[in-house]
């Protein structure tokens, strides 16, 4: 089975602080995704890498930033955490077939992050 | 632009009570659609890919199936468990297209 393991389940941190999220999976998957869950938004696209070293902006960027040294792990990055970034984080990885991006995602289980 | 809506948003089941959950999408170049199931707390699970109309797949009391336009996750003689949001999603360009989810809640 496919394991994407996040490393906090949750967290409460202050508003400015600078906030990391790590992810890492064991699939050896290419590709690998930061999603935010919040009631009545669904699940919007923070980043997305294709391979390492790699970043691709998703549709809600702005405030967060991603690194992607190993293959296995994709960090996401709050430069200075504030109240509206309060949400669940969903990371997830697919492998790459054929170039696209029509795989299943496989998620990890999600960080609730509090920020106060 | 790439659309996915779920219907309804939520829905409230008594057990053993089958009903259908849809899924409407608006794809240039249909690649294939999957359902998943989150609890509450937790990430998505997946279910089903389906990638052709006419396609069905099964697991337990869940059927899924696809037209050209939309897909339908039938439940039959549901259980509590069942109950969860369950999200389906297609191929955008660059990335997955999820819609909002249909909450289901399965009443003993």
């Known amino acids: 089975d496919v394991k994407v393991t996040q490393s906090s389940r949750y967290l409460v941190k202050r508003t400015g602080e600078k906030v990391f999220l790590e992810c890492v999976q064991d699939?050896?998957?290419?590709?690998m995704f930061w999603y935010r869950q919040d009631p009545g938004l669904g699940l919007r696209l923070i980043y997305f890498s294709y391979d390492v070293k790699m970043k691709e902006k998703g549709d809600i960027p702005e405030g967060y930033s991603v690194s992607r040294e190993k293959k296995e792990r994709f960090s996401l990055i709050l430069e200075s955490a504030s109240t509206n970034q309060t949400s669940m984080y969903l990371c997830?990885?697919?492998?790459?077939?054929?170039?696209?991006?029509?795989?299943?995602?496989?998620f990890g289980n999600g960080t609730r992050l509090t920020v106060t | 632009e790439d659309q996915v809506t779920q219907s309804p948003e939520a829905l409230r089941l008594q057990e053993g009570e089958s009903s259908s959950l849809n899924c409407s999408y608006t794809?240039?170049?249909?690649?294939?659609l999957f359902w998943y199931r989150q609890d509450p707390g937790k990430g998505p699970e997946f279910l089903f890919t389906?990638?052709?109309a006419g396609e069905e797949k099964e697991k337990e009391r869940l059927k899924a199936t696809l037209t050209k336009k939309e897909s339908f996750l039938h439940i039959t003689a549901p259980k509590p468990e069942d109950s969860a949001t369950y999200l389906c999603?297609?191929?955008?360009?660059?990335?997955?297209?999820f819609g909002t989810g249909t909450r289901l809640l399965v009443s003993p």
């Open positions: 389906l990638y052709s």
């Open positions: 997830a990885s697919s492998p790459r077939t054929g170039g696209s991006y029509n795989s299943p995602l496989h």
């Open positions: 999603a297609v191929p955008g360009f660059q990335k997955l297209v």
């Open positions: 794809v240039s170049g249909l690649r294939g």
């Open positions: 699939m050896d998957h290419e590709n």
